[in-house]
């Protein structure tokens, strides 16, 4: 009896052990995990329920005024009442747009590259993914800046465009949202090309014959075989693309100048001209917001809209 | 239905030609087999006729109709794939439904005719599978209801039981017949299997390097083969090499044996199954005599190799006894007659 206690006491003991074991051995990833993804996000949600301080920073004193911030501004003129701030809606309606078209743009030019890209020999195909990944090699700025000495109204595109007689006068793209859509789309290809080429790589070409022998036309196929079946690599380029696009901030500022903000540029206001940085933290968090309300949307819409198919 | 077909590929010096000038009409409703070894052309006749490749010279007509320049998805036939290729991201029913969807058949008649091919291929209870939980066989029986659900002119089956063991593609043969005959869809059937070809098919079209070398009824194919491909590729044969003379053919050692050459002379070549050749005593009525080399033992048969007086050696094929030993030893002295009618002379 006693022997049989001491066995599952051991068994016990061992138990225990071995749950200690695992929790040492996960330790390092766990406190770098904290370190670097839970904490910061801890310290701007604390800030944002802060008082900003004269010169920036914060002053220890909790405040709603930054959440409030976020969507109003006061009127100095009429008692500080509230009045909804339509700047702020307007960067956040125009950063949700960008992102979106950019998303769309770099599918619709990122698609055809990839199937291009999977459908060569073998041997080809390492050349061309080297190919697409040489834009990372340059600082993002300095291809800003290139983008900028291609468009601008003395800028190349303008310069071909008059000397054949294309048009008389120089197209206006600069500090326009035009200019900072071509730019987000030029950065964010590769992010879009990547997923979906690794989709279509792993896709059956055979099925196109079935396909095709079984009445569908070339559009058919596409549609109601190959989209489904490479969906996946869709959702991911789009995931991809879509999220830092809303948070984008040197695009938009080199090419957009000014008065064509995104959320980045605006959050970067406030922790410097601004000096709210609780607003700053404040509109980070409701940039998270935004994107997880997005992610989740555009998730189950994709899911779903994956069973009615075919 | 093909007509004077010839499938190029490449250019320049470098052609190869897959087809060359191929002619096949195939007859309505019958179970037709293209057999041949890898290579020979058969599969890209096959794909010819779906649509996928275009000749580089000839017609294909169906029905009468030429449907050369049509694609696939016009013509009114349908594929089984030797990968089956099913829809992955479909069920067992949506893969079966899929050509009459793309065909614009309204949602009622395609559910009826979805379940009628899910009772066909006795498949009902995995209508609302992903096609990859199912087992080998009952992805083929999906893959074939996927291509009759539209009831084509012609079913093509591209080596369809390749990518099966033993056992289940002697069920899917019975199977095949069973639906080509409930059907009475004309099956063209590709296969390098000549057992498959001879125990299915109604008619079989031999081919070897790009052309027809014979084509017929499986009996005739076997008893009568024209040449020396069709004879060697088909069932076991020995290959004589002999001269024409009046009433048969010399054997260079000086024996006649009986056989029809329709009165060619000069050297032609015979051809004779090992099961047709028996093995005698040496003094036996018009026996050749010979040595036995060896033998082999099959199960129910013994193969003898048995060398000629003029030094060919050829095999004869005699059921095995009860204990399954050799009952003719090695170097023994016997005599080979051939079954009356059963040498043939070849065309080459």
Redesign the interface.
Known sequence: MARTHGASEAERLQAASSTRNAWALSAPALILLFCAAAGPLLVVLIYSFLTAGPTGGVVWDFSTEAWVGVLYTRDIFDDGNLVLADAHLTIFWRSVKISILTTLITFVLGFPTAWFIATRPLKERALWLFLITIPFWTNLLIRTFAITEIIRNEGLLNKILLGIGLISEPLRIMNTDTAVLIGMAYVYLPLMVLPLFAAIDRF?M??L?????????RL?VLR??VL??VKPGIIAGSILVFIPSLGAYVTPRVLGGGKNMMIGNFIELQFGQGRNWPLGAALSMTLLLIVMLAMIFYVRAATKG?KS?? | MAKDVTKAFGQGETVVRALDNVSCEIRTGEFFTLLGPSGCGKTTLLRLIAGFEMPSAGQILIDGQDVTGQPPNRRAVNTVFQSYALFPHLSVAENIGFGLKMKGIAKPEVDRTVREMLALVRLEAMAGRKTSQLSGGQQQRVALARALAPRPKVLLLDEPLSALDLKLRKEMQVELKRLQTETGITFVFVTHDQEEALTMSDRIAVMSAGKIQQLGAPREIYTKPRNRFVASFIGETNFLTATGVPGGAKLASGEVIAVDTGGKGGQITLAVRPEHVEITPPEAQGAIPAEVRGSVYFGTDMNYQIALPDGAEIEACVQSGVTGEALIGQGAKVGIRFAPGSVLMLED
């Open positions: 059956d055979r099925l014959e079935a396909g095709y022998d079984l009445y569908a036309s058919q109601h075989v489904p079946i994956g198919h075919g």
